[in-house]
């Protein structure tokens, strides 16, 4: 809707159709043999908590959100509501997997070989909540997923729900999100 809006309000475009196309994604199928290869690298003792799913390309531009997920995950842990966060992503920036590596908690999981990033929508269905933005968050979505969605100069990710569920659409569920009236707790 951020989009639309902009070229609506562009007299470059008043003599052109403009049309709001949401979903972008097709039905697509969860590839079980590579969802059983991703439990094989789960540590045995995390391999029945609940688990929080991050696919993205791992660059500065999506550091923040990611940064998030992690704040979240170890808050949920200090908590005693175990989980673990599986980030699955091409790496773009090596420095960032490196700070998340240096954190040394046992309860974050990063794939980022080629087995696992091409098509990782098809591991979705491993997880029970996921961090999406764009297209992944349709995706997961589509997998009924717990959803959460970056919000901008917040701690914690936002989780989803029918009460914010246009004003994170409006920004492509993206970390452009800004909610005054946010209560990270």
């Known amino acids: 809707m951020e989009n639309h809006e902009f070229f609506k309000k562009s007299h470059k475009y008043d003599d ?20 059983e290869k991703l439990n094989q690298n789960i540590n045995k003792d995390h391999q029945n908590l609940f688990k929080i799913l991050r696919v993205l390309r791992i660059s500065t531009y999506y550091e923040a959100s990611l940064m998030q997920l992690i ?3 170890i808050e949920l842990n200090s908590e005693k509501t175990r989980c673990i966060l599986i980030i699955i992503g091409t790496n773009d920036d090596q420095q960032i997997v490196d700070n998340i590596i240096s954190m040394n908690l046992d309860f974050i999981y990063i794939f980022n070989n080629d087995y696992f990033t091409i098509n990782a929508k098809e591991i979705i269905d491993y997880s029970d909540a996921v961090l999406g933005t764009g297209r992944s968050f349709m995706e997961a979505a589509s997998k009924s997923k717990i959803l959460f969605s970056p919000v901008l100069a917040s701690k914690y990710p936002m989780l989803v729900t029918q009460k914010n569920f246009d004003k994170a659409f409006a920004y ?12 990270e707790k």
């Open 16 to 35: 052109t159709n403009l049309y709001l196309i949401p979903n972008r994604i097709s039905e697509f199928n969860n590839d079980e043999f590579r969802i």
């Open 71 to 73: 704040n979240l995950v």
């Open 172 to 183: 492509n569920f993206s970390e452009r999100i800004l909610i005054e009236s946010y209560n």
